[in-house]
C-alpha cells in the first residue's frame, strides 16, 4: 500500500529552512571568495611596495634630491686648503653673511639663535614658571620675572638669543604659554683681530660700525660670504709688533698699516688700544677709536717726501739744487732742526732727506709757492677724507689761509693734521710709478700686467736710466745675475700724479734715508726698505704744541727694487728710554718697529729676502749725496735762492704797498671826480 507524503505544516516548516540556510550559506562562500581575491590584491601590492623599497633602499638606494634637503642640512664643506670656496658656505638659518679674510678665515658669522617670550595670561602659576626658566636660564632674575610673568599682558620677553641648547632645555620643560621666536647673533671668533675694522651690528642685526655698518645692505641681500682684502696672519704680526713697541715706550696709542701700493689692497690695519669684537657694548670710546683712519695727527717729516715729490713734479727744483738750512724766523716763531743737529749752511736735496731738515724743506716748498703747494696736496687726497670702505674715516683739518707760514710750516709736515692711511696713500703714489690708488678693504682679482725684467731690480732699471739721463745722474750698473721675480708686478689703476721717472727718483731717496740717514733703523736685510721718519709735536686739548710729546711715525716700502708693500707704524706720545738715550723720535722707536714688522710678515706675503744680489741691488738705488751738476746749468743755492723767506716778504711787502697806492690813486681819483660833477652840477 502506497501511503501518500505528509504534508502537514511542521514538515513544511523544516524544509522551509532548510533553503534559506542554503542560500545563506552560498552568499556567505560568495563573499569568501570576494574577500580573497581583495586580500590577494591587497598582498600583491604590499609585496610591490615591498619590493621598490628593497631596491630603492637596500639593493640599489638613490640619494635625496636637493630641494629636499637644502632647507634642513646645509652643505658638506670640502677639502679647500686656499679657502677658494668659503663664500659657497652658508647658514640656512641665518640671513646675515660672514666676513672672511682673503684667505677665507671666518671674521664674522652669525649663527642661529632663539628669542623666549610668554603669554601671562595663558599661565597657571608665574612663580614657579619663573623657578623652572631659572633652572635652564642661569643669569635670568627669577623675582623680576615672575613679577612680569604675573602683569595682565598678552607678551614679554623673557630672554633674548639664547643658544638651541637652552631653546630645547626649556621647551622639555612643558610649559603652556611659553613660546619661541627665531633669531641670529653676531659672532667674531677672533675676538681681538681687527675689531675696528669689523665694526658691530645692533639687537636687530643692522650694522652700526665699521664695515658691518658699509656693507650693511650687501651682506642682509647677498648670503655670500663678503671677503675682505686683510690677511690674518699678516693683521696678526703687525699687531704683536706695534703693541710691543706701544707697551716698550709707554704710548698711549698706536697704529699700524700695511698697503699693496699697486692696488690699494689694505693688508692689515692695527689700531691700539682695542676691544674684543664680541663686547662691542662695553667698549671704551678710546679703544673703538681707530686711530688709522678716524685719528688726526700732524704728519712731521713724513710730509717732506711730498714737498720733494711736488718740487721735482713741478720743475721747480732738480736733484742737483741746494737749500739753506739756517734757521727761519716766522713772527715769533723760529723754523730750527733739532738742537744736536749740526748741518752745513747750505744742503743738497739727497741731504734734505736723509738727514730730514726743516728749514730747507721749507725753502723747497717757498719755491714751489703757496697755491701750487695746496693744488698738489688736493690732487693727492689729503684735503678730503681717504676713500675707505670705513664710515668713519675722518676730514683731514687744512688751513683755510694760505699764507707765508702756512706754506713753510706745510713743507715740513706742520699745520695740517692728516690720518695715517692718508700718509700711506700719498707715500705709495710716490713709489708704485707715480698713480695714486685708491686704498681699500675689499679683496680685489689682480689683472696680467704687460711684460716687465725679471731680473732682480729689472722693474727699476727703466726708471732709473731715465732719470740719470734727465738728472744728469750716473746710470745704474747693469746686473749680470738674474733670478726670476716671485711674480710679474702688477699695474697701478688710478690717477697719475707724479712721472715715472720722478717716481723711480724718489725710490733712490727713500732707500738713501734708510742707508744713510735717520731711517737706519728700519733696516731689514735682504728687503732693501725705503721710507721717512717723521716727528711732531702733539698739539694739546685746548690748542698749542705740548713740549717733549711726540707723535712718531714711519711710512716705508718695501722692496724697493720692485715696490710692493707700504708699511706704516705711529707711536702717540712714547716715552724715552735707556736704550733711546733719552730721545723719542721716530729713527729710536718707530723705525724699528717697521724693522721687525717686514721681517716678520714677508715670507706671509711670498716675499723673501735677497742677499744673493744685494750688492747689485743697492747698486741700483744708490745715490751720491751731491750729485754733479749738469754743464750750463745754474743750480738753486748760495745767490740763486727764490725760496728766500726775506725775499719773498720784500716783495710781499712790495706788492701790499702797491696794491695800497693804486687804491688811495683811484679813491683820490674818485673824489676829483665826484667833485667837478658837483661843480658841473652847481652851474
Given at each position: 500500500m502506497v501511503v501518500p507524503p505528509r504534508h502537514d505544516s511542521e514538515t513544511t516548516r523544516t524544509i522551509g529552512v532548510t533553503g534559506e540556510d542554503l542560500r545563506a550559506r552560498a552568499h556567505r562562500e560568495q563573499m569568501h571568495v570576494r574577500l580573497l581575491w581583495v586580500s590577494a590584491g591587497f598582498c600583491a601590492l604590499f609585496a610591490c611596495v615591498a619590493i621598490k623599497l628593497t631596491i630603492a633602499t637596500v639593493l640599489r638606494p638613490m640619494a635625496p634630491e636637493q630641494r629636499q634637503i637644502a632647507p634642513q642640512v646645509p652643505k658638506i664643506p670640502k677639502i679647500d686648503p686656499?679657502?677658494?670656496?668659503?663664500?659657497?658656505?652658508?647658514?640656512?638659518?641665518?640671513?646675515?653673511?660672514?666676513?672672511?679674510?682673503?684667505?677665507?678665515?671666518?671674521?664674522?658669522?652669525?649663527?642661529?639663535?632663539?628669542?623666549?617670550?610668554?603669554?601671562?595670561?595663558?599661565?597657571?602659576?608665574?612663580?614657579?614658571?619663573?623657578?623652572?626658566?631659572?633652572?635652564?636660564?642661569?643669569?635670568?632674575?627669577?623675582?623680576?620675572?615672575?613679577?612680569?610673568?604675573?602683569?595682565?599682558k598678552q607678551f614679554v620677553y623673557i630672554a633674548r638669543n639664547i643658544s638651541p641648547q637652552q631653546e630645547l632645555a626649556i621647551n622639555n620643560l612643558g610649559i603652556p604659554g611659553i613660546y619661541f621666536e627665531p633669531g641670529e647673533q653676531r659672532h667674531y671668533p677672533l675676538g681681538r683681530?681687527?675689531?675696528?675694522?669689523?665694526?658691530?651690528?645692533?639687537?636687530?642685526?643692522?650694522?652700526?660700525?665699521?664695515?658691518?655698518?658699509?656693507?650693511?645692505?650687501?651682506?642682509?641681500?647677498?648670503?655670500?660670504?663678503?671677503?675682505?682684502?686683510?690677511?690674518?696672519?699678516?693683521?696678526?704680526?703687525?699687531?704683536?709688533?706695534?703693541?710691543?713697541?706701544?707697551?716698550?715706550?709707554?704710548?698711549?696709542?698706536?697704529?699700524?698699516?700695511?698697503?699693496?701700493?699697486?692696488?690699494?689692497?689694505?693688508?692689515?690695519?692695527?689700531?691700539?688700544?682695542?676691544?674684543?669684537?664680541?663686547?662691542?657694548?662695553?667698549?671704551?670710546?678710546?679703544?673703538?677709536?681707530?686711530?688709522?683712519?678716524?685719528?688726526?695727527?700732524?704728519?712731521?717729516?713724513?710730509?717732506?717726501?711730498?714737498?720733494?715729490?711736488?718740487?721735482?713734479?713741478?720743475?721747480?727744483?732738480?736733484?742737483?739744487?741746494?737749500?739753506?738750512?739756517?734757521?727761519?724766523?716766522?713772527?715769533?716763531?723760529?723754523?730750527?732742526?733739532?738742537?744736536?743737529?749740526?748741518?752745513?749752511?747750505?744742503?743738497?736735496?739727497?741731504?734734505?732727506?736723509?738727514y730730514s731738515s726743516n728749514p730747507a724743506a721749507a725753502h723747497i716748498a717757498l719755491d714751489v709757492g703757496g697755491k701750487r703747494q695746496a693744488d698738489w696736496l688736493r690732487s693727492m687726497g689729503f684735503f678730503a677724507p681717504v676713500p675707505v670702505e670705513l664710515p668713519e674715516a675722518a676730514r683731514p683739518l687744512v688751513p683755510r689761509q694760505w699764507g707765508l707760514a702756512t706754506t713753510m710750516t706745510v713743507g715740513f709736515g706742520h699745520g695740517v693734521a692728516e690720518p695715517p692711511l692718508a700718509i700711506v696713500r700719498g707715500t705709495a703714489a710716490t713709489v708704485n710709478g707715480g698713480i695714486l690708488v685708491t686704498p681699500t678693504l675689499l679683496d680685489q682679482e689682480d689683472t696680467d700686467p704687460p711684460e716687465q725684467d725679471a731680473t732682480p731690480g729689472g722693474a727699476l732699471q727703466q726708471g732709473v736710466q731715465a732719470v740719470a739721463l734727465s738728472q744728469s745722474l750716473p746710470p745704474a750698473p747693469p746686473i749680470s745675475t738674474g733670478a726670476p721675480m716671485p711674480e710679474a708686478p702688477v699695474v697701478p689703476q688710478g690717477v697719475r700724479v707724479l712721472s715715472e721717472s720722478n717716481s723711480a727718483l724718489l725710490r733712490?731717496?727713500?732707500?738713501?734715508?734708510?742707508?744713510?740717514?735717520?731711517?737706519?733703523?728700519?733696516?731689514?736685510?735682504?728687503?732693501?726698505?725705503?721710507?721717512?721718519?717723521?716727528?711732531?709735536?702733539?698739539?694739546?686739548?685746548?690748542?698749542?704744541?705740548?713740549?717733549?710729546?711726540?707723535?712718531?711715525?714711519?711710512?716705508?716700502?718695501?722692496?724697493?727694487?720692485?715696490?710692493?708693500?707700504?708699511?706704516?707704524?705711529?707711536?702717540?706720545?712714547?716715552?724715552?728710554?735707556?736704550?733711546?738715550?733719552?730721545?723719542?723720535?721716530a729713527g729710536w722707536n718707530a723705525a724699528p718697529t717697521v724693522s721687525r714688522v717686514i721681517s716678520r710678515i714677508g715670507p706671509m706675503l711670498q716675499i723673501f729676502p735677497d742677499m744673493d744680489h744685494a750688492k747689485q741691488i743697492d747698486a741700483q738705488l744708490a745715490i751720491p749725496m751731491h750729485p754733479a751738476v749738469p754743464r750750463g746749468v745754474r743750480p738753486l743755492g748760495p745767490g740763486n735762492d727764490p725760496g728766500d723767506p726775506r725775499k719773498l716778504e720784500a716783495e710781499h711787502r712790495a706788492t701790499k704797498l702797491a696794491a695800497k697806492q693804486a687804491q688811495e690813486q683811484s679813491t683820490h681819483t674818485l673824489a676829483i671826480r665826484k667833485k667837478m660833477a658837483q661843480e658841473k652840477m652847481d652851474e
Open positions: 686656499k679657502g677658494s670656496l668659503a663664500g659657497d658656505y652658508a647658514l640656512p638659518q641665518v640671513h646675515r653673511a660672514s666676513i672672511v679674510d682673503r684667505n677665507g678665515q671666518t671674521l664674522a658669522l652669525s649663527l642661529p639663535v632663539a628669542q623666549v617670550y610668554a603669554n601671562p595670561q595663558e599661565l597657571i602659576d608665574p612663580q614657579d614658571v619663573a623657578h623652572k626658566l631659572k633652572s635652564v636660564l642661569h643669569d635670568l632674575d627669577e623675582h623680576e620675572t615672575a613679577e612680569r610673568l604675573a602683569r595682565h683681530m681687527a675689531a675696528q675694522i669689523m665694526g658691530a651690528v645692533d639687537i636687530d642685526d643692522n650694522g652700526i660700525a665699521g664695515v658691518e655698518r658699509f656693507f650693511n645692505k650687501r651682506l642682509l641681500v647677498d648670503r655670500k660670504p663678503l671677503r675682505l682684502s686683510l690677511d690674518i696672519r699678516v693683521q696678526s704680526a703687525v699687531r704683536e709688533e706695534v703693541a710691543a713697541a706701544k707697551d716698550t715706550f709707554q704710548a698711549i696709542g698706536a697704529c699700524g698699516i700695511v698697503m699693496d701700493v699697486r692696488t690699494g689692497e689694505i693688508i692689515a690695519m692695527v689700531s691700539l688700544p682695542d676691544y674684543d669684537a664680541n663686547e662691542f657694548a662695553h667698549a671704551t670710546n678710546d679703544e673703538r677709536f681707530n686711530r688709522s683712519v678716524t685719528g688726526l695727527y700732524e704728519p712731521g717729516s713724513t710730509f717732506k717726501l711730498q714737498t720733494t715729490a711736488m718740487g721735482l713734479e713741478t720743475g721747480t727744483i732738480h736733484i742737483w739744487d741746494s737749500f739753506s738750512s739756517v734757521p727761519l724766523k716766522i713772527g715769533r716763531f723760529t723754523i730750527r732742526d733739532m738742537k744736536n743737529d749740526h748741518f752745513a749752511p747750505w744742503l743738497s736735496l739727497p741731504e734734505v732727506m736723509a733712490r731717496l727713500l732707500r738713501l734715508d734708510v742707508t744713510q740717514g735717520t731711517g737706519r733703523t728700519a733696516e731689514s736685510p735682504g728687503y732693501f726698505v725705503g721710507g721717512k721718519t717723521g716727528t711732531a709735536e702733539k698739539i694739546g686739548p685746548h690748542g698749542g704744541y705740548l713740549k717733549h710729546v711726540n707723535i712718531s711715525a714711519f711710512t716705508s716700502i718695501f722692496p724697493m727694487n720692485a715696490p710692493r708693500y707700504a708699511v706704516y707704524v705711529m707711536l702717540d706720545s712714547p716715552q724715552p728710554t735707556p736704550q733711546t738715550h733719552g730721545w723719542t723720535t
